[in-house]
């Protein structure tokens, strides 16, 4: 496997914010434990499900197989986008009422993480979707797909509009789009760090504890054991791994970015995404570009389960980053972390057995349905709730 050049340091540019909150970690899990549920996963959607649960007053135990925050969960490109995947073209044909109803309740997960962690943390900037990479298309192809690629933006902007979303028309030096104002950014790191400090004092959660086995009354671990009557799987990267009954549903592929040296403030006004979501970016108050992106031109080699940056999707991203910053940059940082994808875009939010229920496979837009696919997981397993029809709840 090609590996990224040795130059940037193999690590993830978000970790090394000056404003995180200390992390002491988590313990392991040693031996056997009871509570009334167990959610395996502690990244945004686990930590949702962890919080539904203790508001229901439940004893809770949550575990993850690494760091909290070391997996997609902090990995990504922090753009707090409601609707996820589903509002692209060429997404799964559900009605616009269905997609209007999942776009509000991402709107509501973004009000309660704001609430809980304050603007310092869940800033809301906003959003750009702009049609092709900012600055000259370098060949005719570019230049075809940027004319359907603009199309498709005009007609999401006009969804929006639809739905009261007060949508601005962008075209300026980036290129050509529009702005969301209902949409924020966050370092995903500190969104993971955040919640799990504010819910460790209300449940028992555990670092490098990894599910080798879930069924029906509890969660076999490494190192033990965890016996509870309500377990809530909420992984997306490897999600196929560990639930095997998802493998047809669901499909691991990696998840590339980069970090750059400061470049002139305020380049990037918000987050902001292009060529239909295939790339991303984010700037930092210090001037420091997080790019990332590259799946769609290298398809077969990113469905993997191998974590690890790649040289051709690190030199594509690269090249984004150029564009954006319209000059050369100096790459600090290039990081990988797995997510998992569906056929139809909708993420699977299914019952595996009686009192365990699965959710994961967001489409690469993880960071607000995630949350919401992980609360309707609590509902199916505790109450029987049929998920929402956004979300696919049947294999």
Not at 78 to 87: F, K, Q, T, V
Request: charge should be negative; charged fraction near 20%; glycine fraction near 10%.
């Amino acid at each position: 496997m090609s590996q990224a050049p040795s130059a940037a340091a193999p690590t993830v540019a978000w970790d090394a914010d000056p404003a995180l909150p200390v992390w002491d970690g988590l313990p392991v899990l040693d031996g056997t434990v009871s509570a009334d549920a167990c959610v395996v996963g502690l990244g945004g959607s686990g930590l949702a499900a962890v919080e539904e649960l203790v508001d229901r007053g439940l004893s809770v135990i949550g575990i993850d197989a690494g760091r909290v925050a070391a997996g997609a969960a902090g990995r990504n490109g922090g753009i707090l986008s409601a609707g996820g995947a589903l509002l692209r073209a060429g997404a799964a044909p559900l009605s616009p009422d269905l997609r209007h109803d999942l776009y509000r309740a991402c709107l509501a997960e973004l009000d309660r993480l704001a609430e809980q962690l304050g603007r310092e943390v869940i800033k809301p900037v906003g959003t750009l979707r702009l049609a092709g990479l900012p600055g000259e298309p370098a060949d005719d192809t570019e230049a075809a797909d940027r004319t359907c690629e603009l199309a498709d933006v005009e007609a999401e902007a006009a969804v929006l509009r639809s739905w009261g979303v007060a949508i601005e028309a962008y075209d300026d030096e980036l290129g050509c789009g529009f702005y969301n104002p209902d949409t924020a950014g966050t370092n995903p790191v500190h969104r993971a760090y955040g919640l799990a400090l504010r819910l460790a004092t209300r449940a028992r959660l555990f670092e490098h504890t990894a599910a080798t086995a879930v069924h029906a009354g509890g969660v076999e671990t490494q190192r033990g054991r965890i016996r509870a009557r309500t377990v809530i799987v909420a992984v997306d990267g490897k999600l196929p791994q560990l639930v095997p009954q998802l493998a047809s549903v669901a499909r691991t592929v990696r998840l590339q970015m980069l970090a750059t040296a400061p470049i002139a403030p305020r380049r990037l006004p918000c987050p902001t995404s292009f060529r239909n979501g295939y790339e991303w970016a984010q700037q930092d108050e210090a001037g420091r570009l997080f790019v990332g992106g590259g799946r769609d031109r290298f398809l077969e080699q990113e469905f993997t389960t191998d974590d690890e940056p790649t040289a051709p999707v690190q030199a594509w991203i690269a090249t984004v980053a150029a564009r954006l910053a319209a000059q050369p940059v100096t790459v600090t940082h290039r990081w990988a972390a797995s997510v998992s994808y569906t056929e139809d875009l909708r993420a699977p939010v299914v019952l595996l057995e009686e009192g365990v229920a699965a959710c994961g496979g967001y489409s690469g837009s993880g960071n607000l349905v995630g949350p919401v696919a992980a609360r309707a997981a609590v509902a199916l397993a505790v109450d029987g709730t049929t998920p929402p029809a956004y979300f696919r709840s049947s294999l």
